[in-house]
C-alpha cells in the first residue's frame, strides 16, 4: 500500500453478470439486508460481520444505496474481496469473501 | 429576469446530475476519510473548491460576478458549523447530498429535508432572541473575503492558495509513497505525514518528496484524461458511476456560470426560503417574521427566487441522471433510521442558520471565495462530522 494515491480515486470493485449473482447469493454465508439503509450503516454492519466470519465465508448486502456499492468494499478494506452485482433497476448485491 | 431562470434551470439540473453521477457526498468526503482514510471523495471536494476558487478569483478581477457572501465572523462559523457537521452526518447526507438523493427516490432524505423545513423555521421564530443573545455576542468581526482585502490580485493570490493546496497534497503523497517503503502499514502513512520533521530527517528524502508527490499527480492526471480516450461507448460509459473528477470539474464550470449570472453556490438558504415560501402558500403570515422578511427575502415580499429554483432543479437533474443509470427507485428507510432523517435534518436546518451556511456555502462556495467566515465554518463542520463520527464507528473503531 502506498497511502493516499490518484490511483485509487476510481478503485471499483469488480462486477458481476446476473447468472453469477445468483450463483453467488446461493453460497452465501451470511445475507444482510440493507435495503432502505444508507451510510454508514452498511459500512458498519459489513465491518462486524465480516470479523465473525472465517476466512473463504461470503457476506452478501442486499442495498439499495448507490454510494454503498463503493464504500462498503472500501471499509472491509484488505480483510475481504469485493464485488457488485447491478439489478439496473436500484438495487445491488455486493458480496464480500472474506480472505 | 428570464435568462436567470433559464440559467438557474441548467445550474441546477446539471449540479443534479454531477453530484448524483459521482456521488459527490461531502459526508462521505470527511466521514470516510476519519472512519477507514478513505480520501477518494475528499480529494473531489478538495479539487473542485481549488479550481472553483481560481476561476472565481479571474471572475472577480474581470468584473463579472454579481457579489460575495460573507457573513460577520466568530465563533457562530464554530458553533453553528459543529451543530450542522453532527446532524449531516447523523443524517447520512449533507445539504447537496440530501437534495440529489431526495430526487434518486429515497424517501430518508425527503424526511431528512422536510425537518430541515422544521429547523429553519424554529430557527425564525427564535431569531429575534438569538439575535441579541446569540449573534451579537459571537460575532467577532465584519464578514469579508480575502479577494477584496489582498494587496496582490485575487488571480495571483488564488493560484497561490492553489500551488500551496497542490504542494501539501503532493508532499502528503509523497511522503507515505517513499516512507512506506519499509514495510510499514498503509494506516501509518498519513500520521508519520502529521508527525511533519521527524519522518522527513530519518527517510533523508525531504526534498523529493513533494517532487515524487507531484509526479503521482502528473501521472494520475494523465491517466485520468487517457482514460476519456478508452471510451468506445459513450452510452454505457454514461450510465456506470462517473469518476468524482468529473463531478469536479462539472461542478466548476456550473459554479462559475452562476458566480458570474446570480451569485455564489448555496443550498440552504434557498431552502430556508423555500420554507417560509410554502408556509406563506398555506396561510402563515411569512412576511412578519423579521427573518425572512428582512434578512432571506430582504424586504421584497415572499415570492419565488431564481436560487430557489435553482436548488429545485438540483432534485429534478438527480432524478433525470438516476433514471438514466437504472439506480431510481423509491427507497423506503427502515424504521430504526427514522431518527437519524428527523434529528439529523432538524439539526442540519437549525444549524446552517446558526453558522450561517451549510457545507456547500461554507466548505464549498465560501473557502474558493476565500470568505473568513467560512474558513472558521469549515473548522466547525468537520469538527461536528469527526465527533459523530467516532461515536457511529464506536464499536468498530475509527482510523483517526
Known sequence: MTGPSLDDFVEMPDEVDDETAEQLADQATETQDMTGEVCPYPQVEAKKAIQSLDSGDLLVQETDHVPSTENVPRAVGDDADA????????????????? | MVSNVLTALVVGVGLGVFLQKGRFCFVHAFRDFFAFKDSRVTKAVLVATTLTMVFWSIAYALGYYQGFWTPGWGLTGLVGGFIFGVGMTYAGGCASGTLYRAGQGYLHFWLTLAFMGVGYAVFTVLFPTL?????????????????EVSPVPAPVLALGVAGLVLLTYATLVGRSATGGAGGADDATGDSTAVRADGGRRTSGLGASTPVVGLRQFVAGTRAYVRGFAEIDDWKAASKRPWDPR????????????WFTQVSIVGVTGPEA???????????????????????????QGV????????????????????????????????RRRVPNAVVGGFMM??????????????????????????FIATVGIVAGVYAMTHWIYRDVGCAI
Open chain 2, 303 to 334: 415570492g419565488l427566487t431564481v436560487d430557489m429554483i435553482m436548488i429545485a432543479a438540483v432534485i429534478l437533474g438527480a432524478f433525470v441522471a438516476a433514471v438514466w443509470s437504472g439506480d431510481f427507485s423509491v427507497r423506503v428507510p427502515k
Open chain 2, 131 to 147: 439575535e441579541s443573545a446569540y449573534f451579537e455576542p459571537f460575532t467577532v468581526g465584519e464578514g469579508v473575503t480575502l479577494f
Open chain 2, 349 to 374: 436546518g437549525a444549524g446552517s442558520r446558526l453558522a450561517p451556511g451549510c457545507n456547500i456555502g461554507n466548505i464549498y462556495s465560501g473557502l474558493a471565495e476565500l470568505s473568513v467566515h467560512s
Open chain 1, 83 to 99: 464485488r457488485v452485482w447491478r439489478s439496473g433497476s436500484g438495487l445491488y448485491r455486493i458480496f464480500l469473501r472474506k480472505r
Open chain 2, 273 to 299: 426560503r423555500w420554507t417560509g415560501y410554502l408556509l406563506q402558500q398555506v396561510g402563515v403570515d411569512v412576511g412578519g417574521f423579521e427573518y425572512w422578511g428582512s434578512v432571506l427575502f430582504q424586504g
Open chain 2, 246 to 257: 468529473t463531478a469536479a470539474l462539472g461542478i466548476t464550470a456550473l459554479a462559475v456560470l
